[in-house]
């Protein structure tokens, strides 16, 4: 199993950006797919974006397409998650996840989370 720790969240203001950097360790981090998800209190978690074991292939939901990107370094066993344009709805914990199918957009398809990193959005 991957041991996953989420880093850089905070606190920003409408329209401005964050980095969240997702550091695995364990086993061998190039061979999973990854995923961002987040979770507003008293809401499910929910999907927010994935990359492919590669970083060939990412894919996100329709809520943040075009403002969020997703990319992995596997030389640093790391994920990125560059949030931009934030709104005051994104405000949320958000939780990298690892050892998925591809495509996989469900909270159940993925074996090992880190502990979440919290970002708020202010308007």
Known sequence: ???LVESGGGL??????????????????SLYNMAWFRQAP??????VAAISWS????Y???SVKGRFTSSRDNAKNTVYLQMNSLKPEDTAVYY????GPAEA?????FGSWG????VTVSS
């Open 55 to 58: 970083g060939s292939s990412t």
């Open 115 to 118: 502990q979440g990193t919290q």
């Open 12 to 29: 920003v203001q409408a329209g401005g950006s964050l980095r969240l950097s997702c550091a695995a360790s364990g086993r061998t981090f």
């Open 42 to 47: 008293g809401k499910e978690r929910e999907f």
């Open 1 to 3: 199993q991957v041991q």
């Open 60 to 62: 996100y939901a329709d």
């Open 96 to 99: 990298c996840a690892a050892d």
């Open 105 to 109: 957009t469900m909270p159940a398809d």
